[in-house]
């Protein structure tokens, strides 16, 4: 009996003489013949969002639902962004090979791609199976807080602020906020300017006026640091009505109004 599928098949047998008497029936009997049938725990996935530079990991089931060794001869992709544990194998009848399918996101974007599975299953329809991969970059690390301000006064009626660069690869800028109140937080209203080096200078002063400063980083998707340290510092207004007066062949006396206070 040739031409058969999956099925199970029942036979029962008679006999036939010359004159055409037919015999009873004889007891049933069945099989099924071999057969390979590839069947998939999902034929979809998505990761989800994935830090970028971080992998995440999924497991796809291959079963053999026949009676015949199945056997998966590639498992092929096309993006290095997803790796396989293994992409070929036997499997047993009504056995299953796990694949270990992870995913590592390089970019904030998307990633999509199918995996197409080759097998000898007999039915020629399921030789090749297809699985949709799919899963999305993201990037939610903040750079480090910028790191040993200094605070000085180097030209007149400015401040002058330095620090340590950051290091991170996708570092964008640093924002200044100025207030004259201690203990403030940071608000759009008290950026005073951005830079992409690590100095900054605050020429827009007044004498004898306490302006407390903080600085954050911030990447090239827009996460920002912490914010640092208040550093405050005050300009002194300098001295007025300087004179000079000599006294002797040595010696000169100097008379200025102390404007400091």
């Known amino acids: 009996d040739t031409g058969l599928y999956k099925h199970t098949y029942y036979y029962r047998i008679t006999a036939v003489d010359n004159a055409g008497q037919n015999s009873d029936y004889s007891d049933e009997a069945s099989a099924v013949p071999l057969h390979r049938e590839i069947t998939l725990s999902s034929t979809t996935h998505n990761f989800g969002n994935v830090q ?3 992998s995440l990991s999924w497991t796809l089931d ?3 639902a026949g009676n015949d060794i199945l056997t998966v001869s ?3 992709k096309t993006l290095a962004n997803y790796t396989l544990s293994q992409a070929s194998g036997a499997i047993a009848p009504s056995d299953t090979m796990a694949v270990q399918i992870t995913f590592t996101s390089s970019a904030v974007t998307s990633f999509t791609d199918t995996l197409v599975i080759h097998s000898n299953d007999y039915d020629a329809a399921d030789t090749l199976k297809y699985i949709s991969l799919s899963g999305t970059g993201m990037d939610t690390l903040a750079p480090s807080k910028p790191q040993n301000v200094a605070v000085t ?5 400015t401040v002058s602020l330095d620090w340590d660069d ?4 996708d570092f964008s800028n640093y924002i200044i906020y100025r207030n004259q109140n201690s203990g403030y937080t940071p608000s759009p209203s008290d950026s005073l300017g951005i830079t992409n080096i690590s100095a900054f200078q605050d020429s827009i002063v007044g004498y004898d006026t ?4 903080r600085i954050t980083a911030v990447d090239t998707i827009g996460n920002r640091s912490g914010y ?3 550093e405050g510092w005050t300009v002194l207004k300098p001295p007025s009505g300087v004179t000079a007066t000599t006294i002797a062949w040595n010696q000169v006396d100097l008379a200025w109004t102390d404007n400091s206070s």
């Open 52 to 54: 970028i530079d971080s």
């Open 62 to 64: 291959i079963m053999n």
């Open 74 to 76: 590639n498992i092929s």
């Open 153 to 157: 006064t180097e030209v007149e009626k």
């Open 166 to 169: 950051n290091t991170e690869g």
């Open 210 to 213: 306490t302006y407390y400063y």
């Open 228 to 230: 640092t340290n208040e």
